[in-house]
């Protein structure tokens, strides 16, 4: 489990700095895509 832990860290850093992200700004988008998941996720059901 801390394998998986670890990898998702790196990735979100990696994805971070590719965007060239803040934290507060990866929070926001994280957030929205969450939201967008959830508003298709119950048209289609």
Excluded: A, C, E, P
């Excluded at 790196?10 to 929070?27: A, E, R």
């Amino acid at each position: 489990m801390k394998k998986l832990i670890d990898k998702h860290k790196t990735f979100i850093n990696w994805y971070q700095k590719k965007f060239k992200l803040s934290d507060y700004q990866l929070l926001w988008l994280v957030f929205f895509k969450g939201v967008l998941i959830t508003i298709i996720f119950f048209k289609i059901f």
